[in-house]
């Protein structure tokens, strides 16, 4: 998801300086409610950066986040 030219508020979760880090309690937990709505099963093991291209991933499947 590339930021918007001359926003530097959005960045890539590639590019996160924590995005090697474990996904958040929240970021897990809006998973397990995206991937129930999406009828697959809810990943784990997910870094942070990996958890929120799955949140985007989902929301897009499920119609949130709009």
Do not use: C, F, V
């Not at 990943?43 to 986040?65: H, N």
Request: charged share 30%; net charge negative.
């Amino acid at each position: 998801m590339a930021a918007p030219s001359g926003d530097n508020t959005i960045k890539d979760p590639d590019d996160w300086t924590t995005g090697d880090e474990p996904a958040t309690g929240a970021q897990e937990s809006y998973l397990q409610t995206l991937a129930g709505e999406a009828h697959e099963d809810a990943p784990s093991g997910l870094t942070k950066a990996e958890a929120s291209q799955k949140i985007d991933e989902l929301q897009e499947k499920t119609g949130r986040g709009r």
